[in-house]
């Protein structure tokens, strides 16, 4: 695994080890990340540059990296896991500056609070597939106040999910086993 694009193009990420696959981290994979940043960058989406990042169930931290990497202004990244918050540290500690731009949550998505900051423009959620988790922890980061009106959620999951209230479906990929569903959250 690897940055993209940016700042930190090129940059190695932290290595999944054995023990960490048997935490159930699988980071999404360069082909497809690669891909959606390019959909996003040259979709009809808000810009990535300058985005404040949300991203839920974050695991190794990839995918809002990435947007840093790309000009994002700002990343929280939720997760619980203690092996994915170690990688997602590691992660932090490869590229620099990224520290100044990140706050981790060691914390469940599907819980996450009221948010004490702005809301997020570009949201990512990678939940463990086929329990139900996307759906709770986007219905509680709306509630909770951490996406704004009109922000652009990227949806990862084994199937396609149906959007939850507050969010309308823009596009559906899938690339492999992977699906990908992008959804904006309902403007008031």
Known sequence: MRIISGRWRGTALAP???????????????????????????GDYPAIEGARVLDLFAGTGALGLEALS???????????????????EANLARLRGARDLAVVLARDAT??????????????????????????????????????????????EGAHPSPPAGLTLRDRRQYGDTMISILEATRP
Not at 16 to 36: I, K, W
Not at 70 to 88: C, D, H, I, Y
Request: net charge positive.
């Open 16 to 42: 999944v080890g054995a023990g960490d696959e048997a935490a159930r981290l699988r980071p999404t994979a360069d082909r497809v990340r690669e891909s959606l940043f390019n959909l996003l960058a040259h």
């Open 70 to 88: 790309r000009g994002a202004a700002a990343a929280t990244f939720v997760e619980s896991g203690r092996p994915a918050l170690r990688l997602l």
């Open 111 to 156: 819980r996450p609070g009221a948010n004490p900051g702005a809301p997020a423009s570009l949201v990512f959620l990678d939940p463990p597939y086929g329990r139900g988790l996307g759906e709770r922890a986007l219905a509680a980061a709306l509630a909770g106040g951490w996406i704004a009106p009109g922000a652009t959620v990227v949806w990862e």
